[in-house]
């Protein structure tokens, strides 16, 4: 079992940055592949970033060269930077940890408002 909990989330300017973080406690997380998912009104939820044990990352192609998932396993931290943030980036954002069919995770997600 693993539980998640979100924080950084908030109100900033087109431009702007924000730093999302993930708690996680019971598992350790590196026995998980991590990611994050927003999920916008009325659209489905989708991945934004995710990050396998090892360094292996992808993007989805709208945040590509604007945001970064990080992990730090020792601390069951992860991260995600997001830098030139748009108004279309508005979303809840969730954390999730997935090992395999069996195992898969939520947070209760953090909202991030891109406006003006």
């Known amino acids: 079992q693993v539980q998640l909990v979100e924080s950084g989330g908030g109100l900033v300017q087109p431009g702007g940055s924000l730093r999302l973080s993930c708690a996680a406690s019971?598992?350790?997380?590196?026995?998980?592949?991590m990611g994050w998912y927003r999920q916008a009104p009325g659209k489905q939820r989708e991945l934004v970033a995710a990050?396998?044990?090892?360094?292996?990352?992808n993007y989805a192609d709208s945040v590509k060269g604007r945001f970064a998932i990080s992990r730090d396993n020792a601390k069951n931290l992860v991260y995600l930077q997001m830098n030139s943030l748009k108004p279309e980036d508005t979303a809840v954002y969730y954390c999730?940890?997935?090992?395999?069919?069996?195992?898969?995770?939520w947070g209760q997600g953090t909202q991030v408002t891109v406006s003006s």
């Open positions: 999730n940890a997935r090992r395999g069919q069996a195992y898969d995770y």
């Open positions: 019971g598992n350790l997380i590196s026995q998980y592949v």
């Open positions: 990050t396998a044990n090892g360094g292996y990352s």
